[in-house]
């Protein structure tokens, strides 16, 4: 038996998986002209249909000699400055924008067919900026970013749980510090493009680029 046939008694087949996305058309001629405010609609259309994580974005970045990798992070705030989002500095990911601030982050909301994408460089925010996100979060969430080497090997959970029981302990009724390797970064687009899922995959694709005096240029891309 050759290894093609025996993947295939393996594994599921799913060349044949797909649907019809049936969605309402996107064009050039309708989008605002500003990016950042075209992406506060849709967001807000994605808060309104109720979509499951939707700050949820994949995070892709690279090492400068190319080498790249991606996961999925959470989107904490954006404006015309750019997209937020928040982890240790010292993460495979942090080490990465700081040797090559190139990023490129991708929403995708399901229920609406719909894709975001955005291309930039990605900078620190301030270390104001990070402290006072890192007092809004969860007393758990906190202390987790103080013990874990994000990114690093580990011996067990139990070794992460035990130190976590000793800086509760420390620190028992009072407030935690926000650790000098954990902070924001705010990744300023250059591009961004818009997508929404139609009939027969002709999807509707609109690109915004911006150019080196702060104006933004719109096209339509082939699906």
């Known amino acids: 038996m050759d290894h093609q046939s025996a993947a295939g008694d393996q594994f599921p087949s799913i060349a044949h998986l797909r649907r019809e996305y049936l969605s309402q058309a996107l064009d050039e001629s309708s989008v605002d002209p500003d990016p ?115 990114s690093e090997v580990i011996a067990s959970r139990a070794e992460l749980e035990k130190k976590i029981t000793e800086l509760e302990q420390r620190f028992q009724n009072q407030p935690l510090p926000c650790p000098p390797h954990w902070g924001g970064f705010r990744v300023k687009p250059v591009s961004l493009e818009f997508w929404q899922g139609r009939e027969s995959r002709l999807h509707d694709r609109i690109l915004y680029t911006r150019h080196s005096e702060g104006r933004w240029t719109i096209c339509r891309l082939a699906p």
Do not use: C, H
Request: hydrophobic share 35%; net charge neutral.
């Open 36 to 150: 950042v405010r075209q992406f506060q609609q849709w967001f807000e259309e994605a808060i309104k249909a109720e979509v499951p994580d939707l700050n949820a974005m994949t995070l892709a970045t690279a090492t400068p000699d190319g080498k790249a990798s991606a996961r999925i992070v959470l989107l904490k705030g954006f404006d015309e400055r750019g997209f937020v989002f928040f982890g240790n500095y010292q993460s495979r990911k942090g080490r990465e924008l700081t040797s090559n601030p190139s990023a490129a982050l991708t929403f995708y909301w399901s229920p609406l067919n719909r894709q975001v994408r955005i291309e930039g460089a990605a900078e620190k925010v301030s270390a104001q900026e990070s402290d006072e996100y890192f007092q809004t979060r969860p007393r758990g969430s906190q202390l987790s970013a103080l013990v874990s080497p994000q």
